[in-house]
């Protein structure tokens, strides 16, 4: 029996690679190590040396307006749009490693209005608070009481930053002199000027707000000492370098301004003509960085005003930064960018001791993508498929490493699974498909722009180029393909692919037309189509090239999927039964035959009437319809056909992606299917699966990638070694039963779980013929069974009571046991049951002693009408017994005298 298992096909999420930021506030630690950004309504803890999710501060339902993280990464302060502030303590958690706690330690109210901006100081004590009504407040982090209020500004308040200047202790009261007599003696000249030379150390914050007045703020004195006042548009950064005394403050109005602390006076105007949004010192305070519209991180001088760096051509509107990360112990920057990208910049060329210079741009060592946005299309890359390729609803197409082992646990490298080590820019528009070869060498995309790109991915010399670019299509480019036939492994082109590219690309366009580009060895930048054929009446979805590499398939809004010569161009055959247009189409694998198929294989196409067709490519008949998906099926998979044993009778299987955001697995033989995979809350536009390990990859809308193992094999183990250990139980019980050994046989049928047998074991000892002297159920073994069950076995068989109670034919057996229990436990013990596990999942005590209550008093009620109407009988019979004693059968008086 246990070798009868039946194979079915299941699948487990192995792990996920989901969005760490999608715009708004972010902060990172002075180590470089946890970058803590807004991610909708909640802020997600980031460790950048492995991506890994450190912690989660749950959002309150509104947006966040700004956070903070001190820079010992000691607390978290939040704002959202409800106007409350939240102070979170961070701790390492004492249940898992490389993991935070978030205690929450207070909920503020800080201001009438949203807040807009936060800063905390370099000790991590105090954070500062800058509304949307002008007010700055100071706040102890952690008593959670306000040090000071600042009112002043007359609109929003853009930007916050505490800094320490030195200041002499003789300075307020050579103030205070001036405005004495000019009259002094020498001997007190000398002594202030000797009170002046000792120094002490003072916090400022400067504020800087929409109107473009920077204001500096003592601490000490709680008043305002200085107003800024040149920037005509919105201060959106602020800060001050202690080695030159100088605060830099950068404006929507494309300028910089240097100030000098002494007499906060403008030092130097820097004219940066473009927006700036985010402004600092490097090389100890020697250089200025600033970003902004343009998207490119500039240097400046400090004593000149003069940019160090080479004129850099401005980005495209999603290059703008938002933002730039940076602490004084780094040894780079990160760029945040309107695309939620985090770009790292290495500080090397500026590093002390700096001598000014010509400098070329600060190189770009690493990137992160701070979420995926709509994940269109996925394939392995690489030719060990260690590599992912992502279209993410963008013009460039990123490659993510799937490898452990290139973790190093360095900020700076960052080579951990699901890391960005490539990016593939060339395309003006959305990339929307895209294909590669069998090596994993080549890949093609299309996209938006009405071209497609050949690329040449060499990762081991972290080479990703433009090989070729496909110039021709009137519209965009909705489907490309190319042929994935492997070569004979003596071939130089199995042995050195990336110097043998694919012989032809076929592409589908929204001008109705199918195109091949025929591919030389000497790959040239642009290509000239062999052929163009007009191909459908609506636009093209899907193409896909047979594994021989003879025929290849175009799918359409027209609801149809033709099949095309790829040597001429010429259509030999059209697929035709879908309702809706036809989203994806796949040639089934070599090796997935199946009876009635004919030696030319099989097809498989999903639509939008929510069905997905196995076709046959002998006579293009449907084999079979597979119903399941609620929405518009998106994307089909064929599995590599890997039967695990004689035992597995399943035929090829085949995976589809569908618009409800489920992937289900089908076998096409029988057309069940074998398993639904559930991780996306939107549409899944991507699929892919491993070449041999069946391992699934699915994208989609929610901008989660999903990663399936295949768990086929261990969960039939699971199933067999559970079958065969349900049936040694069962005849180990039965030899229990047999024996008369009721003590181990109840034990072994509540642990079995098992209603009828244990049934049938009580009633046997309830209706012995000898029952044992004083026992209450009848026999004394079973009666100490009974008095020594642990809680959850008590509570179980209090279940199983209820269950018997209900049955007349069942009762009385229920009732002995009942009697034994409530004879055999104290009422405390059995008030104090409470359920557990799976069986008493539901239910209260209370209600399955009410349950019995009921019936029981149902019984009884019926014994005693049973009584009352024996009582009624014998009366009638008494009765009748005297009248029939009064006439005898002759007639005669029976019982009187003669």
């Known amino acids: 029996m246990a070798q009868k298992a039946t194979v079915r096909t299941t699948y487990e999420i192995e792990r996920t690679l989901q969005p760490i930021y999608s715009g708004g506030s972010i902060a990172l630690s002075a180590d470089g190590r946890i970058l803590a950004a807004s991610l909708g309504e909640d802020v997600l803890l980031t460790d950048l040396t492995n991506g890994k999710e450190l912690g989660r501060a749950e959002g309150d339902g509104e947006s966040i307006t700004a956070l903070a993280l001190t820079p010992s990464a000691s607390h978290l302060i939040l704002c959202s749009r409800s106007l409350s502030m939240r102070i979170y303590a961070l701790n390492p958690s004492d249940t898992a490693d490389d993991t935070i706690e978030l205690e929450l330690l207070r909920t503020l109210r800080p201001h009438t209005s949203p807040v807009v901006t936060l800063a905390t100081d370099r000790t991590g004590t105090l954070v500062g608070t800058g509304g949307a009504d002008g007010v700055i407040k100071v706040w102890d982090i952690r008593a959670g009481y306000t040090t000071h209020t600042f009112h002043g500004h007359g609109g929003v308040v853009s930007a916050l930053h505490f800094f320490e200047v030195e200041v002499a202790e003789g300075e307020d009261a050579s103030e205070n002199n001036k405005k004495r007599k000019r009259g002094t003696s020498r001997q007190a000249e000398a002594e202030s000027e000797f009170a002046q030379g000792e120094t002490q150390i003072q916090y400022r914050l400067a504020s800087g707000a929409e109107d473009g007045k920077i204001r500096i703020w003592d601490l000490h004195k709680r008043k305002s000492i200085a107003v800024l006042d040149s920037h005509v548009s919105v201060v959106r950064s602020l800060q001050y370098s202690p080695q030159e005394k100088v605060l830099i403050s950068g404006s929507r109005d494309k300028t910089l301004i240097l100030w000098d602390s002494h007499r906060w006076k403008a030092q130097?105007?820097?004219?940066?003509?473009?927006?700036?949004?985010s402004a600092g010192f490097v090389a100890d305070g020697q250089v200025v960085y600033s970003g902004g519209e343009h998207g490119r991180i500039r240097l400046w001088s400090v004593t000149t005003g003069q940019e160090l760096t080479q004129e850099q051509e401005p980005g495209i509107?999603?290059?703008?930064?938002?933002n730039i990360l940076y602490h004084s112990s780094l040894p780079y920057l990160i760029s945040v960018h309107a695309d939620q990208v985090l770009n790292f910049h290495s500080l090397r060329s500026v590093e002390p001791p700096f001598v000014e210079e010509t400098l070329d741009p600060l190189p770009m060592f690493r990137r992160i993508s701070g979420t995926h946005d709509e994940v269109i299309d996925i394939a392995y890359v690489g030719r060990d498929k260690s590599l992912l390729a992502l279209n993410t609803n963008s013009e460039d197409i990123r490659i993510v490493t799937l490898n452990e082992s290139d973790f190093t646990g360095d900020a700076t490298q960052g080579r951990y699974f699901g890391a960005d080590v490539g990016l593939l820019k060339g395309h003006e528009d959305i990339v929307i498909c895209l294909d590669v070869d069998w090596s994993g060498h080549w890949l093609v995309t299309g996209a938006k722009d009405n071209t497609a790109?050949?690329?040449?991915?060499?990762?081991?010399n972290d080479s990703y180029t433009c090989a070729a670019v496909l110039t021709g299509h009137a519209e965009s480019l909705g489907a490309i393909a190319l042929p994935h036939s492997i070569p004979q492994e003596s071939s130089a082109a199995y042995t050195d692919p990336l110097s043998h590219p694919p012989p032809y690309i076929v592409t589908g366009s929204q001008d109705r037309t199918v195109k091949r580009w025929d591919v030389t060895k000497e790959v040239k930048q642009k290509l000239r189509a062999k052929y163009t054929r007009k191909a459908h009446d609506k636009d093209i979805n899907a193409i896909d090239i047979d594994p021989s590499g003879s025929?290849?398939?175009?799918?359409?809004?027209?609801r149809t999927v033709k099949i095309y010569s790829a040597t001429e161009g010429e259509a030999i055959g059209v697929l035709r039964g879908h309702r809706r247009g036809v989203w994806t189409v796949k040639f089934a694998p070599k090796d997935s035959q199946v009876p009635n198929s004919g030696n030319k294989g099989l097809i498989a196409t999903g639509s939008g009437d929510k069905t997905v067709k196995i076709w046959s490519l002998a006579d293009y008949s449907c084999l079979l319809t597979l119903?399941?998906?609620?929405?518009?099926?998106?994307?089909?998979?064929?599995?590599?056909y890997r039967p695990i044993d004689t035992r597995d009778k399943r035929g090829p299987q085949l995976a589809s992606a569908a618009g409800d955001g489920l992937v289900k697995i089908w076998d096409s033989l029988s057309g069940d299917a074998m398993s639904t995979l559930d991780n996306h809350t939107d549409r899944v536009w991507a699929l892919?699966?491993?070449?041999?390990?069946?391992?699934?990859?699915?994208?989609?809308?929610?901008?989660?990638?999903?990663?399936?193992?295949?768990?086929?094999?261990?969960?039939?183990?699971?199933?067999?070694?559970?079958?065969t250990q349900r049936v040694e139980l069962d005849q180990k019980l039965n030899n229990y039963a047999h024996a008369g050994n009721y003590r181990d046989a109840i034990v072994l049928a509540l642990q079995m779980d098992q209603p009828g047998r244990l049934f049938a074991l009580f009633k046997s000892v309830v209706e012995t013929e000898q029952p044992?002297?004083?026992?209450?159920?009848?026999?004394?073994?079973?009666?100490?069974?009974?008095?020594?069950?642990a809680d959850e076995q008590l509570y179980t068989l209090l279940l199983r009571l209820r269950d018997w109670n209900t049955n007349i034919r069942t009762a009385h057996v229920a009732q002995k046991v009942l009697w034994t229990i409530v004879?055999?436990?104290?009422?405390?013990?059995?008030?104090?049951?409470?359920?557990q596990g799976k069986v008493g999942a539901k239910g209260s005590l209370k209600d399955v002693l009410d349950a019995i209550r009921a019936y029981s008093e149902r019984h009884y009620k019926r014994v005693e009408d049973l009584v009352d109407e024996s009582y009624l009988l014998d009366f009638t019979l008494r009765e009748m017994d005297e009248v029939g004693g009064e006439v005898d059968s002759g007639g005669g008086v029976k019982g009187r005298g003669a």
């Open 688 to 723: 892919v699966a491993h070449p041999s390990t069946s391992a699934l990859v699915s994208g989609g809308g929610d901008s989660v990638i999903t990663f399936w193992r295949d768990t086929t094999s261990a969960t039939l183990s699971a199933a067999t070694s559970a079958e």
């Open 627 to 640: 119903e399941g998906h609620s929405n518009s099926v998106l994307k089909l998979a064929w599995l590599p």
């Open 268 to 277: 130097r105007t820097i004219a940066a003509l473009e927006g700036i949004e």
């Open 823 to 835: 004879k055999s436990y104290p009422a405390e013990r059995l008030a104090g049951l409470r359920p």
């Open 551 to 558: 025929l290849f398939a175009s799918a359409s809004q027209d």
């Open 453 to 460: 790109r050949l690329w040449r991915l060499d990762p081991e």
């Open 317 to 322: 509107e999603t290059d703008e930064i938002a």
């Open 772 to 789: 044992d002297a004083d026992s209450l159920s009848g026999l004394l073994a079973v009666d100490d069974v009974l008095a020594h069950l």
